[in-house]
């Protein structure tokens, strides 16, 4: 009862204090594997439409702790197929065909990639869902090195479930009615540049951190404030025999808090299975592992062991991930492109 009461009220107070320092957006520990969720600059990167679907329950055995859903698609507008011939052992294997030693890379031509992402993100008694429409365009600054920039737009809403809250204070007047709603514009934006062997991404979200709403329901001073959220993320990969090998890093920053580096490896084998790890400074070790399937599906899952102070209480972190390649006319088994 203690815990739960603590729980809500901590939730209460983050709602209420919205534009205090710290993270606000979920944590994914499989955003290599859809850079979509932190940079909105990779939409329209392949040459067929990428759909997919991730579920996160994080902090097992914690009442309240954050549950998230989301589903991404994307696609190029414009991208011509012949730029999409192979250009070595990795990336260009097809579930029909054997790797062609002899293909070389074309250069990628101007094109344009469009998309969508829904979130819903559950934390206690507050409930965070957003709609963003994307749009990016690419161009090749030289015969083997490209460039994208991005932008997602749209509607992030927060409700707060106050009918089944248990506050220190009942008379309070953040507690009037069912339920409290705020809807907030959101914006992001980025730019990513990469090469077949290479990658840097520079992005930016939740850059609208506007105090007004567009509808209050009750006459409050809760503020709503969205707290900027940087990302700059690097990888290199390299093959090693029948392996490619990935290591990258990402450092990201919530506005005034102190940034966080996340260190990454992933090994892939045969272009069908990979493994990975994860780690994130003072946060959690993940472990990671994916299965392309086949030209149209594949998936993964990560499991986070925690190393803060949550993990006296928790038994870590799932995340399970799916993806089906859709008009996927060369039949390419991994992408060439996302990592």
């Given at each position: 009862?203690?815990?739960?009461?603590?729980?809500?009220?901590?939730?209460?107070?983050?709602?209420?204090?919205?534009?205090?320092?710290?993270?606000?957006?979920?944590?994914?520990?499989?955003?290599?594997?859809?850079?979509?969720?932190?940079?909105?600059?990779?939409?329209?990167?392949?040459?067929?439409?990428?759909?997919?679907s991730s579920f996160r329950k994080q902090w097992i055995g914690i009442e309240?702790?954050?549950?998230?859903?989301?589903?991404?698609?994307?696609?190029?507008?414009?991208?011509?197929?012949?730029?999409?011939?192979?250009?070595?052992?990795?990336?260009?294997?097809?579930?029909?065909?054997?790797?062609?030693?002899?293909?070389?890379?074309?250069?990628?031509?101007?094109?344009?990639?469009?998309?969508?992402?829904?979130?819903?993100?559950?934390?206690?008694?507050?409930?965070?869902?957003?709609?963003?429409?994307?749009?990016?365009?690419?161009?090749?600054?030289?015969?083997?090195?490209?460039?994208?920039?991005g932008i997602s737009a749209g509607v992030l809403k927060n409700s707060f479930?106050?009918?089944?809250?248990?506050?220190?204070?009942?008379?309070?007047?953040?507690?009037?009615?069912?339920?409290?709603?705020?809807?907030?514009?959101?914006?992001?934006?980025?730019?990513?540049?990469?090469?077949?062997?290479?990658?840097?991404?520079?992005?930016?979200?939740?850059?609208?951190?506007?105090?007004?709403?567009?509808?209050?329901?009750?006459?409050?001073?809760?503020?709503?404030?969205?707290?900027?959220?940087?990302?700059?993320?690097?990888?290199?990969?390299?093959?090693?025999?029948?392996?490619?090998?990935?290591?990258?890093?990402?450092?990201?920053?919530?506005?005034?808090?102190?940034?966080?580096?996340?260190?990454?490896?992933?090994?892939?084998?045969?272009?069908?299975?990979w493994i990975g790890a994860s780690y994130r400074d003072k946060d959690a070790?993940?472990?990671?592992?994916?299965?392309?399937?086949?030209?149209?599906?594949?998936?993964?899952?990560?499991?986070?062991?925690?190393?803060?102070?949550?993990?006296?209480?928790?038994?870590?972190?799932?995340?399970?991930?799916?993806?089906?390649?859709?008009?996927?006319?060369?039949?390419?088994?991994?992408?060439?492109?996302?990592?």
């Amino acid at each position: 009862m203690k815990k739960s009461l603590v729980l809500v009220s901590l939730t209460l107070f983050w709602m209420a204090s919205f534009s205090a320092a710290g993270q606000q957006m979920p944590q994914f520990s499989q955003y290599m594997t859809n850079s979509l969720v932190i940079n909105p600059a990779v939409v329209g990167i392949e040459n067929y439409m990428d759909v997919r679907s991730s579920f996160r329950k994080q902090w097992i055995g914690i009442e309240g702790a954050p549950t998230t859903f989301y589903t991404s698609a994307h696609a190029s507008i414009g991208k011509n197929d012949r730029n999409a011939q192979g250009r070595g052992k990795f990336q260009y294997r097809t579930s029909k065909s054997h790797v062609n030693r002899n293909n070389k890379f074309h250069r990628v031509n101007p094109h344009h990639g469009v998309g969508a992402m829904v979130q819903v993100d559950q934390a206690g008694l507050l409930r965070t869902s957003s709609v963003n429409l994307m749009y990016a365009f690419h161009i090749p600054l030289t015969k083997s090195i490209n460039l994208s920039t991005g932008i997602s737009a749209g509607v992030l809403k927060n409700s707060f479930n106050t009918n089944r809250a248990r506050a220190i204070n009942p008379s309070d007047a953040a507690l009037l009615g069912d339920q409290v709603n705020l809807t907030k514009a959101d914006v992001s934006v980025g730019t990513w540049l990469y090469t077949p062997k290479a990658f840097l991404g520079i992005s930016g979200a939740q850059l609208l951190n506007s105090k007004s709403d567009f509808k209050t329901p009750l006459d409050l001073s809760i503020s709503a404030r969205l707290i900027p959220h940087y990302f700059v993320t690097a990888g290199y990969r390299f093959s090693v025999h029948d392996l490619m090998i990935t290591p990258s890093v990402l450092y990201k920053k919530a506005g005034p808090s102190p940034g966080a580096i996340d260190l990454n490896v992933k090994a892939m084998y045969d272009e069908r299975v990979w493994i990975g790890a994860s780690y994130r400074d003072k946060d959690a070790v993940s472990f990671l592992f994916g299965l392309y399937v086949s030209h149209v599906l594949d998936f993964g899952y990560s499991y986070d062991l925690t190393t803060s102070g949550q993990s006296e209480n928790s038994a870590g972190s799932h995340e399970f991930m799916v993806g089906f390649k859709l008009n996927n006319k060369l039949k390419v088994l991994c992408p060439r492109w996302i990592w």
